[in-house]
Structure formats: C-alpha cells, structure tokens
C-alpha cells in the first residue's frame, strides 16, 4: 500500500497547517502581527458586503440612559478653545475643506439653521460599555453637498481642538459613512446644546462604529485621498497611539 | 467515530473484543478539535483582557458606570480584591480584582496576567486577537457542523438514541461516571449518553452562543442584523451572556479534561490525534 493515500496527505497537511500555524503566531512576530491585521479588513469588508446603507437600532424616549457619562477628553486645553468656550461659541467656525470643489466655513448659527436630524441611538465605548442619547444635528451629506467632493476624494478627516500630551486628536470615515443618513454632525444632545464635556460645539455621530470615532470639538473637515500623511497615518488618534483599529464598527 | 461505519466493519471482520486497536475519530473530528483547543484557548485569554477593561456587567440595552452592574469585580478602598454577583460579594485578593504580577507589582485589575492575552494590558491587542481568531471560531465551527451532518457524525454519534434518554438510562450513566467506571470492550466503541449531552450542549448550543452573542455586541451588526439585539435582550444583555456562556465552556472544560485523564489519557489523545483508540479490555 502506498504511504501517500489521499487521507494521509489530507492528515499530513491539516495537522502541519495546525502546528506551523500555531508555532508561527508564538515564534514570529511578523508573521503574528499579519495574522492578527486581518480580522479587521475581513469585519469592514463583510459589514460593508451585508449592511452597506443598513441603519443603527433607534431607541425611544423612554430607554434612554438616565445619566450618559463622558469619556476621553472633558475640557480642550487649547487656548483657543477655552477663548471660544466663554464666548459661547459666537465666534467659532468650522471649516470644511481638501478635496471639495468649494471649500466653505460654517458658523455654529448657521449649522444650528440647517435641517437637522433628531435620532436616538446607543453609544458603544471600546472597553465594553454603552450609553443611549439623544443627538439632534446636520447630516453630513448635506454639508458635503454644499461644498461638493471631488471625485478624488475618499476619506474624510475630522480634526478636533483637543489633544493628550500634544498630540491632536482627530478622527476619520470612509464615504460610505458620511454620506450614510443617521452620521451626523451634533450640536445638540438630549435636547440641550452639546455640553463641554460631551464635544461642544460640534461633534461626531457615525452610529455603526465605536466611541472613539465619534470625534468630539471638531474644528475642521478635510477630505482626503489617502490617511498616510495625516497624524500618524493610521487614520487616527487612537489608531496611531496606541492601535486601536481604523475600522471600529465591532 | 467511524466504526458504525459498514466499510470498517466488514475489514475487521468480526466485532471488535477488548484490547482490539480500533478507528474512533473521524479525520474532521481530529482537525476541528485541535483547531478549536488553540483558537478557543485565544479567544478566552484575549476575552479575559478585554473584560478587564470595564470589568462590569450590565442587563439592558445600555449599561455603563452610572448603572448598576449585576456583576463587578474589582478593589476596594482597604485594598482588598472583589467578586460581587448582585449584592453577595467575596473577598478574592490575589486572584481577582487586586492581585501581584510576575515582577512583583501589584495591580488593580480584575483578571490576572497569566490568565490573560496579552499578559498586560493591552485593549487593542487584545481585540486583535479575539476578533481575529472568532473568525477561525466561527468558520471552523461551521464547517464542522455542516461536515458532521454531511457525514452523519453528528446523528450516530452524537444524538443520543431513544434508549439512552429514558431516565433509568442516563441515572444508570450518571452512577457510572460518579463511581468512575468507565464502559469496556464494544461498549466503549461509542460515546455514552452524558458525553452525548456534553458535547452535543458545546457544539450546538455554547459555541454557537459566543459567536452570535459576540456579534451582537458590534455596531455594525445591529445594523445589519437587527434581529440579534431581538433575540439576546440588547446588547449589555449580549455582553452578559457572552460571559456566561464563556464560564459555561470553561466549565466544560474543566470537566473535559479530568475525563480524559481518568480514562487513560495516552489512548484518549492518541485517538483524538492518530484516530486509532485501543478499546479497554472487558472486566470479567
Ligand atoms: C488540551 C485540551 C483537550 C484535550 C486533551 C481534549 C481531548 C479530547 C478527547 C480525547 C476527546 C475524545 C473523547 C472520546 O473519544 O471519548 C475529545 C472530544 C471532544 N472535545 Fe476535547 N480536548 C481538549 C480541549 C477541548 C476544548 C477546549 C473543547 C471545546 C471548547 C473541546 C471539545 C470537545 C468536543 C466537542 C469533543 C467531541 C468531538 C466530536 O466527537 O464531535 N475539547 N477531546
């Protein structure tokens, strides 16, 4: 009989492929840091594949979070913050630029005057916990209509006023998110202007990712073509910090 | 186990005795088996460091540290380490919640660093890992639950028969276990029925139940499939599960691996690698 049967070549290579693997993640760290790098291109390129435009869960009223605590920053310590902070915002703009055919400035009275969206969703924090609120703010397809991508563009990159130890924070999405109806930019939670601690005056809600990428204090939108020369390169701050993965929407 | 299987039968001939070396898993039992030993082993360390990041559970679509958690496990002001389950609390210092690291340090945290991926903290590699590998999770289960139907492993060796769930069958398997006898000769041939019951609750319930608890807890996936957050009570409620069942595994485990140290680990390993199984000799 000869030893090389189609069962023992199957055997032979499932259990090498078991073993190799196995010794390659505990040995190489090149070859575990490759493995480990594609759950999340697998996780974005299948939520793309079966939900592309599906929507958040909404909540009602009534399953709200009676107290919806912060995180990350609280209190922006740039000067510039703190200038606008006690001027309520008065003088405060934000500007959305890059790729756009029209790169415009907006003032948060005329933010606060464009239709806005009220949704109540669940805030889900990377280290397990999750929040409901309410967020009322402008869709960001609108604001994009009216300063118009270029077809180059394929990110954008939202760039906050505060920053840990000096380094600015931002944040970015992909298209399919911006243009998606529940992502947009709140001015204004539970019924009451965004607080300090929760962004003021503006911030992020992409619904179907975690909390870090709802950008708080944002002071700037850039689209881009590519994240590589932005911060880091990893698309954002915690990304490039301390690895958090780009894709966030699990 | 392939020895129901005619093939086998009619090359050994007469029916196999006591001492016979006999074919008992399948090559996809042995594949799936040691692939799910590694995968599950970073799934629940990985899982550990995760939960340390917010070690509190939560009933509910939200929960958070305004909220009360149904479970907790953490380090009091008197520096001692906690387990709280609802409003019984025991002192775990050492173990969880205030423990002391291989160098010496001692740490606030709630699992320990030998019982977590990475050993020290580290949310993003963590994650890494456990979303990473619930893929191998995953596909691997389910390509071994759909091989098992195809080849009806998951019929003939797993379903138990209709003799063996009549009451005095299993108390009669249950007197056997607690005296630690184990079946002989032909007997030993196939699973009996608590094993049925273990593996069949691990295939088919506790397995499937992480992975599907686990996706309830993704963003992306409540959008895409809604019906999740339906089914599990939203998504601490998903959260909580997915722990539970976690401890239900590892108590699987525990029971698993004393098992097969009691029936003779060497033959039980070998046949879960080679598939060969040399049946015990008959008592008499
Ligand atoms: C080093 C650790 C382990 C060892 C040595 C081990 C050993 C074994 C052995 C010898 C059998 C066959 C029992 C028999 O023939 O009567 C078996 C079956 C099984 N084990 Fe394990 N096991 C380990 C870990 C695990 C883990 C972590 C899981 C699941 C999370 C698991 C799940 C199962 C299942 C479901 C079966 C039945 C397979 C089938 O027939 O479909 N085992 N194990």
């Known amino acids: ?250 | 186990m392939s020895l129901t299987n005619p093939a086998t039968m009619a090359t050994t001939a007469a029916a196999p005795k006591g001492g016979d070396l006999v074919d008992r898993h399948r090559l996809s039992t042995r594949l799936w088996h040691w692939t799910n030993v590694v995968t599950f082993v970073i799934m629940l360390m990985s899982g550990l460091m995760i939960f340390n990041a917010h070690p509190r559970l939560y009933w509910g679509a939200y929960g958070a540290n305004p909220d009360y958690a149904w479970l907790q496990i953490g380090a009091t002001q008197a520096n001692t380490g906690f387990v709280r389950v609802g409003s019984v609390t025991a002192d775990t210092t050492g173990i969880l919640g205030r423990w002391t690291d291989g160098d010496g340090q001692v740490r606030n945290r709630a699992f320990p660093s030998w019982a977590t991926l990475p050993a020290s903290y580290n949310l993003a590699l963590a994650r890494r890992w456990h979303l990473t590998f619930a893929w191998v999770f995953a596909v691997g289960l389910a390509a071994y639950l759909i091989r098992s139907l195809a080849n009806r492993h998951l019929t003939r060796d797993l379903l138990p028969t209709a003799e063996e769930i009549r009451p005095a069958h299993i108390w009669a398997d249950i007197k056997h276990h607690a005296k630690l006898q184990f079946p002989t000769g032909v007997a030993a041939l196939r699973y009996n029925v608590l094993q049925k019951f273990a593996y069949l609750s691990v295939l088919i319930a506790l397995i499937p139940g992480m992975i599907l608890t686990g996706s309830t807890m993704s963003p992306g996936l409540n959008a895409a499939m809604p019906w999740l957050l339906d089914l599990f009570g939203g998504r601490q409620s998903a959260r909580s599960l997915h722990f539970i069942f976690a401890i239900g595994l590892v108590g699987f485990i525990v029971i698993h691996l004393a098992m097969v140290l009691l029936a003779g680990p060497f033959n039980e390993v070998r046949s879960m690698i080679t598939g060969r199984y040399r049946l015990p000799k008959e008592k008499i």
Not at chain 1, 67 to 91: I, L
Not at chain 1, 161 to 178: K, M, P, Q, R, T
Not at chain 1, 196 to 221: C, D, F, N, S
């Open chain 1, 1 to 250: 009989m000869s030893l090389l049967t189609r069962r023992s070549v199957l055997t032979g290579l499932g259990f090498s492929t078991i073993i190799g693997t196995t010794a390659g993640l505990v040995l190489s760290p090149s070859f575990r840091d490759l493995i480990l790098g594609s759950g999340e291109k697998l996780a974005y390129q299948t939520h793309r594949l079966i939900g592309r435009n599906a929507l958040a869960p909404e909540f009602t009223e009534s399953q709200m979070s009676p107290d919806f605590r912060t995180n990350g920053n609280t209190m922006p310590a740039s000067a510039d913050y703190q200038r606008h902070m006690e001027t309520d915002f008065a003088n405060w703009q934000l500007q959305v630029d890059g790729l756009v055919a029209t790169p415009k400035t907006f003032s948060l009275s005329a933010l606060k005057a464009l239709p806005a969206r009220t949704q109540i969703t669940r805030h889900d924090c990377v280290e397990g916990w999750s929040a409901i609120g309410k967020w009322t703010g402008v869709p960001l397809s609108a604001l994009l209509a009216q300063v118009s991508l270029l077809p180059t563009a394929r990110y954008l990159v939202l760039h906050c006023a505060d920053d840990f130890s000096g380094n600015a924070y931002y944040e970015s999405i992909d298209l399919v998110d911006a243009f998606h109806p529940q992502t947009i930019l709140a001015h204004t939670m539970n019924d009451t202007p965004l607080s300090v601690g929760h962004g003021a005056p503006l911030r992020l809600r992409v619904e179907r990712q975690l909390g870090y990428k709802q950008a708080k204090y944002i002071m700037r939108i850039e689209a881009t073509a590519s994240l590589a020369k932005i911060g880091l390169g990893k698309g954002g701050f915690w990304e490039d910090q301390i690895g958090y993965d780009w894709y966030a929407g699990i």
